[in-house]
């Protein structure tokens, strides 16, 4: 059988997608319940970062633990991979270790060729274009707050990026509509936008992208990778910070969500995290829960 990577969230069916979801919610109730689930028992990941991170390693990590199995932590500083090993070496030695690999990296293309080259299922822990695993915490967070997002509408504000590209995926496969309020010049990838027509709606103005919204997601106008850009951005995107003034403007049951980490002051107001509107602490805890779903839907 072809080995199963998820490099984007279109490596999913709807109906796996929602199979993850409802599976994160279960194993999130065993969790809180003390119920053993050592469903990878004797299974190890490599865990690759040439990023930072705080959520996606713990979550792995203890993820990983919970299931039974061991999650070892690679950086690329202290592997070959840092002193110019090719990745389709490097991929098929860890592969012949390990069960299943996650990579946070920069360009697409390197989670892509490690995929290619690796025995095992890969996941993509975030690139400069996708961030699908924070997609199943985000989509987990909504149903269990509100239900099912199927014809909900959703509000992207800020960069067109690798979050955003992952929020168009997903509003494909569970049918939702995407509002995407940018500036110009940073709207998310053409390619995605072209093929998503009619489901994706770019806007200037954040007031009209929000209006009637069920869910108002942002992010940091700076990603990893983009330091030299940051004070450039921040004059930039100056019109587009998530507030209360902001928030009341969408559906009166709106929710908020921000993969963190944020910065209060920029693309948020320094209380947006502790309004009644917000739900970034359950968002940042069900990594856990979706990322358990995930490995069991690919490792065991
Ligand atoms: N949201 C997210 O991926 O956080 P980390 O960068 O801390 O892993
Ligand atoms: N867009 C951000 C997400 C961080 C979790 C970045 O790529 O840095």
Redesign the pocket.
Known sequence: MKTRHFLTLQDLTPEEFRQIISRASELKKMQHEGTPHKLLEGKVMAMIFE?????????FEAGMAQLGGHAMFLSSNDTQLGRGEPIEDSARVISSMVDIIMI?TFGHDIVEKFAEYSKVPVIN??TDEY?P??LLADMQTFFEHRGDIQGKTVTWIGDGNNMCNSYINAAALLDFTLNVACPQGYEPDSELLAKHQGRVNVMRDPKDAVAGSHLVVTDVFAS?GQEDEQEARLKLFADYQVNPALMSLADKDALFMH???AHRGEEISEEMLDTEWSVVFDE?EN?LHAQKALMEFLAS
Not at 51 to 59: A, H, L, M, P
């Open positions: 990023k930072s991170s705080t959520r996606t390693r713990v979550s946070r822990a975030l961030h695993c924070q990893m993969c963190l980490p940042a990594r």
